[in-house]
């Protein structure tokens, strides 16, 4: 759910297949990112790496329908990038652009699990806390 939301969010994708296969090769990449890095055929470290270098051409072929469309406006984080288009002369490539959105994507999801697994985590270590927050949501809903 937390990489959906984030597709959403970042690319306005909400097509699942698509989400599917961006999240398939986003777990390529974090278990590279938790290996060791050697980049040899075989390790996690090369299969995460490559596993990127599929996420950004499928985020390039997205960046290239995006230009194409100029009427199509979307309010993610994608189209704030692609609008901020480099400064004076430099221009981003769409694998520029698919590094930047790449990096907020592994930042985010990473952010967001942990804080979830830990906020699990210490309810379950404190039930008194726990109970406090059951009783305030039950009074939210």
């Known amino acids: 759910l937390t990489f959906e939301l984030a597709c959403w969010l970042l690319f306005s994708i909400n097509d699942p297949v698509q989400v599917q296969k961006l999240s398939h090769l986003f777990e390529k990449v974090k278990a590279g990112l938790l290996s060791l890095p050697l980049n040899f055929p075989g390790t996690a470290f090369n299969r995460g790496i490559k596993a990127a270098n599929l996420i950004r ?12 469309d100029k009427l199509q406006t979307r309010k993610d984080l994608l189209s704030h990038v692609m609008l901020s288009n480099g400064e004076g002369e430099k221009f981003f490539t769409e694998m520029d652009i698919a590094d930047v959105v790449l990096n907020i994507l592994i930042a985010s999801h990473d952010t967001t699990s942990s804080a979830m697994g830990s906020v699990v985590y210490f309810l379950a270590d404190h039930p008194h806390i726990y109970a406090k927050v059951l009783t305030e949501q039950m009074e939210i809903a």
């Open 57 to 68: 051409k499928e985020l390039s072929v997205v960046i290239k329908q995006r230009r194409s």
